[in-house]
């Protein structure tokens, strides 16, 4: 519009500069020097503006309520308010978030907390530009109404996707000799009686459990998070060069993801449509209450429990335990700072 107006009084002023005859050349020159200036700077504004980055985005896993609030920060144009063009992919069983990373398929991906700091040790340099966790919500559930502490030299079901390390730490800690048998995702192992325990989330596994009726009891499941091992998990990664590149960018993502979230804590019923909407467009195997009850779940991690707040950061002192154990069990190969995480 306001280009259009520029225009219109480009020509207009043209027109009278053919009605009304200068006495200077000099005159002429100028004041079609100060119109050409007064339309340049109608019409760069909106060049600016219209220019918005394009930032990829790869979450963690198939499309859940998990990511809730960076859909809410879509569909709502938080991004788009920011001056980002976000694109929202999800990892395949045969394309990783990190694979994606690494090839360049995208500028940002999820990764767990612990994660992040075992590929940094490796000498995969990334940066932490936003945390969603704040809690664990990693879970060890045996099948036989006992604590899986007593469970000595037993099978348990592992995640194959990404590495259990809480569970290999407290493993080794507590001298437990667990036999480990890997699976992609589902209870159906843990169902069939093929294991004696299995890892689960809070906000995942452990529904499913309960809505194919199995019972779970408080001595059947381990909640690492209420134990020595509670460390915060998923956050939003760069290459540590793409940020320093392009920090502007992850600024933005951050300030207008977290914006997402917390849309998403005070209207969690419109944030679960914008949720199924997702859910139904990449054919998730799920339905509207395991969704509704993961949202719940993740929201209620999101609180740091030493305030009650949401706060949206890594906690130096959980980067420092879990550098700590984590080297300690030879999980990674050299210790990870907090300020190499956040790439200070």
């Not at 930032?55 to 920011?82: I, N």
């Not at 612990?114 to 995969?124: K, L, N, R, T, V």
């Not at 969603?132 to 007593?150: A, E, F, G, Q, V």
């Not at 395991?290 to 002192?317: F, H, I």
């Amino acid at each position: 519009m306001l280009v259009r107006f520029g225009i219109f009084i480009y020509l207009c002023t043209r027109k009278l500069e053919r009605l009304y005859s200068f006495k200077h050349d000099k005159m002429m020159d100028n004041k079609r020097w100060v119109v050409q200036l007064l339309v340049l700077l109608l019409i760069l504004p909106i060049d600016i503006h219209a220019q918005k980055e394009h930032f990829v985005f790869t979450t963690a896993w198939k499309a859940q309520a998990q990511f809730a609030g960076y859909y809410v920060a879509y569909e709502r144009g938080f991004y788009r308010e920011a001056g980002l063009e976000v694109e929202i992919q999800h990892p395949t069983l045969t394309s990783s978030a990190l694979t994606r990373l690494k090839s360049q398929e995208c500028d940002a991906a999820m990764f767990s907390l612990m994660s992040a700091m075992d590929f940094i040790s490796q000498g995969f340099s990334l940066v932490n530009i936003f945390q969603d966790s704040m809690n664990s919500s990693n879970l060890l559930i045996s099948r036989w109404d006992t604590d899986p502490l007593k469970m000595k030299g037993k099978k348990v079901a592992i995640f194959n996707a990404d590495p259990n390390y809480l569970t290999f730490i407290m493993d080794r800690r507590e001298g437990m000799h667990y036999s480990w048998v890997p699976f992609s995702s589902g209870i159906n192992l843990f169902l069939s009686g093929a294991v004696d325990a299995t890892m689960a989330v809070s906000y995942n596994e452990y529904y499913l459990l309960l809505q194919s009726g199995f019972k779970l009891t408080k001595e059947s499941v381990y909640r690492f998070s209420e134990h020595d091992y509670n460390i915060q998990e998923t956050g939003v990664y760069v290459k540590s060069d793409y940020y320093r590149q392009h920090r502007s960018a992850c600024e933005k993502f951050a300030k207008a993801s977290r914006q997402g979230w917390e849309w998403t804590a005070q209207h969690p019923k419109e944030a679960l449509d914008i949720v199924m909407k997702y859910v139904r467009k990449y054919a998730s195997p799920t339905n509207r209450l395991l969704q509704r009850l993961m949202l719940e779940e993740c929201l209620r991690l999101q609180v740091n429990k030493d305030t009650g707040k949401r706060e949206y950061r890594v906690r130096e002192d959980m980067v420092q335990k879990a550098s700590r154990m984590m080297t300690e069990c030879g999980l990674i190969a050299r210790p990870v700072s907090y300020k190499e995480l956040m790439g200070l």
